[in-house]
């Protein structure tokens, strides 16, 4: 008879990676590796010389380095800040039964497909947001299959592989964007001083893939998670909305609704006492709603948690379910009953990745792919795929996307221009492989918060790290076949990529 196997706890799973992270840096480091990557020296157009080296953790240094430094990191860990400030107003819609009515009205009468369909296009579309959307689309997706009757599992795991699988496409330019945008730029005038892209580049190819992925995606999602997961038994019996509980839904939507209006009036530029969510000393206005700088980006968790706040207390005061400041107090800290293994598990996600970057061991394999590209035989078809294959690679183990290109632009850019093939087409290549493989490393810091949200709804067998993982091979399988088959197409048939772009190289001079 066979032992039945043993299964970790994603908080013991994230103990043991740090541990085994701790004693392969002392080794690297022992061995003295390293690697050498180049930079572009914006001032001169000269390429300028790196070395990374493994940062050895597994010694006295090391260990203070991780003592003085756990509090830290996790205070400042953003996936704590926004899942706990989030927790406070879905808290609310909850307790006063609004997201009852609300997805209940939504689900009734609407097919699984499309819903599916709906719930992964947003999340792609919000990945413009960039990491915020993590944590306000993964609760919704769990109460909008919750409430269809379905396992909220699979709206988890749909709208978790839509934001990571999807982070890259962006119809318009997102603050990560603009950021690589800017370094492909550095690294094109290397060989053509004169060299410009516009901001709507990738445009064109970017709406193929949103739709092409979307309907994929759909497709897994119902064909090949959700017949295996686990029955889910519901706590209520199926739900009847009654004409108080639909006066209380309009006057909660009424009261998003004006609220909404006046957020996006706030973050309109030139008009009389507008634009105060907005970054001012930006010049881009993408960089002015999403950049560093802005109110906005900055605020974005809180504007929507105060959102659901106001629709919440709008519909509780119709229906009656919020009668007095008690039950206004009780609604608030109604999501974060129960939370203490979720903060556990955090903080040891925190601990993890915060160790893995101090060893520098990512940026160590990513100069190493970086090395691998520069000496690239190849051209045309066969560069392009074994590129995507490499950067996928380097993902896993190097999550960063800024920090990624900062190593590899300066040996891609100029190796795809000497194949005759341009430098935004390029990005949308490394945009490729950076989100084949996004949803399947424990590395990339939003993972936890997917794996938080298993365990919320979790009713039958332990959530594990692994286990999480293995439902998103599929969408990782397909993700990369979709952009493979969209990059070489486009590439084979030449038109534009998107306004003023072409896959080939298109000199200014």
Not at 301 to 317: A, E
Not at 495 to 506: A, L, N, R, T
């Amino acid at each position: 008879m066979f032992k039945k196997k043993k299964k970790l706890s994603p908080i013991m799973t994230f103990i043991l990676m740090t541990l085994i992270v701790i004693v392969i840096s002392g080794i690297l480091n022992m061995l003295n590796v390293q690697s050498e990557y180049s930079t572009i020296n914006k001032a001169t157009n000269d390429l300028a010389n790196n070395v990374v080296e493994v940062k050895n953790l597994f010694s006295t240094s090391g260990i203070k380095y991780i003592v003085t430094n756990a509090v830290n990191n996790f205070v400042n860990f953003a996936p704590l800040s926004y899942l706990i400030i989030l927790l406070i107003g879905i808290g609310v819609l909850e307790k006063t039964g609004f997201t009852k009515t609300f997805f209940t009205i939504l689900t009734k009468n609407s097919k699984k497909n499309t819903l599916t369909f709906i719930l992964i296009f947003i999340s792609i579309v919000f990945s413009l947001l960039g990491d915020i959307g993590f944590a306000v689309m993964l609760p919704l997706g769990a109460l909008l299959f919750k409430y269809g009757r379905r396992n909220p599992f699979g709206g988890i795991i749909a709208s978790f592989a839509g934001l990571s699988f999807g982070s890259s496409i962006n119809l318009f330019l997102s603050a990560t964007d603009s950021s690589l945008l800017t370094m492909t730029l550095n690294a094109a005038r290397v060989t053509d001083t004169t060299y410009s892209i516009g901001i709507f580049f990738s445009l064109f190819i970017m709406i193929v893939l949103l739709i092409v992925t979307s309907l994929i995606f759909t497709y897994i999602t119902e064909k090949k998670i959700m017949p295996k997961l686990p029955h889910y038994d519901f706590d209520e019996e199926e739900v009847v909305i009654t004409n108080k509980e639909l006066r209380g839904l309009i006057i909660g939507l009424g009261l998003g609704f004006l609220y909404t209006l006046i957020i996006i009036y706030m973050i309109i530029p030139g008009l009389p006492l507008s634009g105060a969510l907005l970054d001012s000393n930006a010049t881009i206005y993408i960089d002015m709603l999403f950049g560093a700088n802005s109110l906005f980006n900055k605020g974005f968790i809180f504007i929507v948690t105060i959102l659901f706040i106001l629709m919440g207390i709008g519909y509780g005061l119709m229906t009656k379910t919020i009668k007095s400041s008690k039950d206004m107090s009780d609604s608030l800290a109604y999501s974060l009953d129960g939370i203490g293994s979720i903060l556990v598990l955090l903080f040891l996600s925190s601990i993890f990745i915060n160790v893995y970057k101090e060893t520098q061991i990512g940026e160590v394999i990513t100069a190493f792919v970086s090395n691998i590209i520069s000496g690239l035989n190849f051209s045309g078809i066969g560069l392009i795929l074994i590129v995507i294959l490499l950067i996928g690679i380097a993902n896993i183990f190097c999550p960063d996307s800024i920090l990624k290109w900062t190593i590899l632009s300066a040996s891609v850019i100029p190796l795809f221009m000497n194949a005759s093939i341009s430098p935004e087409f390029s990005q949308i290549i490394f945009s490729a492989g950076d989100s084949i493989t996004n949803g399947l490393t424990p590395l990339f810091t939003y993972f936890v918060i997917y794996i938080a949200f298993l365990e919320k709804y979790n009713k039958g067998e332990m959530v594990t790290l692994f286990g999480s993982v293995k439902y998103m091979i599929p969408y990782s399988v397909f993700s990369t076949v979709i952009w493979c088959v969209v990059i070489v197409g486009w590439f084979m048939i030449g038109v534009p990529i998107g306004i003023g772009s072409f896959p080939g190289v298109m000199y200014g001079a």
